[in-house]
């Protein structure tokens, strides 16, 4: 539950609630719930993005990936700080969402897309595009876009961890334009020849 809230909240957010009642915040972190929830049931078969990358992600909306965070929690980390930027506890929303680092990248990755809404939660992302009057090919596109960024930034987080190595946020950007690019060519001939 403490999770969840502060993946829907700020803590400046959260204190500006002046009042708030225990089954209001429930139900909306059960709208936002099921709506994601409702998403991967329809959007399992987005051929736009390999089922790695997806099952990457849907680990990560569920914040069931491994993080630094749990990882010093069952004592096989020596830190909780995020292995990117050193800055916060590498918790999930820190590592896709508030990472200084990441989200130069996740930045760059809505604008070359075209994404226009502020949020840099990934949740809001997927209801926000899955709810955009978009034709269904351009909500898939943007989808497999969250999902190459997901995966470039759970790859990007492992290279620093175990090698030491950290990606420059524009070369994440560039990861996420040049998968999704690629996918694009090898499926929409498939498509169109239906
Ligand atoms: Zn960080």
């Given at each position: 539950m403490k999770n969840q809230l502060k993946a829907m909240f700020t803590k400046a957010e959260f204190y500006m609630l002046t009042q708030y009642k225990v089954g209001k915040i429930y139900d909306m972190m059960m709208g936002e719930t099921l709506q994601v929830y409702m998403y991967w049931c329809n959007m399992?078969?987005?051929?736009?993005?390999?089922p790695r990358r997806r099952f990457i992600s849907w680990l990560v909306v569920q914040h069931r990936s491994q993080t630094t965070e749990k990882l010093a929690r069952i004592g096989v980390s020596s830190s909780l700080a995020?292995?990117?930027?050193?800055?916060?506890?590498?918790i999930h929303k820190h590592l896709f969402s508030e990472c200084p680092y990441i989200k130069i990248s996740l930045l760059e990755t809505k604008s070359w897309f075209g994404?226009?809404?502020?949020?840099?939660?990934l949740n809001r992302l997927i209801v926000w595009i899955d709810r955009s009057k978009k034709s269904k090919f351009r909500k898939n596109v943007w989808h497999a876009n969250i999902y190459a960024f997901v995966y470039s930034v759970w790859r990007c987080k492992n290279d620093s961890y175990w090698q030491d190595l950290i990606t420059r946020p524009h070369f994440l950007t560039d990861n996420c334009k040049r998968v999704v690019k690629e996918r694009i060519r090898v499926v929409l001939p498939t498509i169109m020849a239906r």
């Open positions: 399992v078969w987005n051929r736009l993005s390999i995020c292995v990117i930027c050193d800055q916060g506890d590498e994404i226009t809404v502020a949020t840099q939660s």
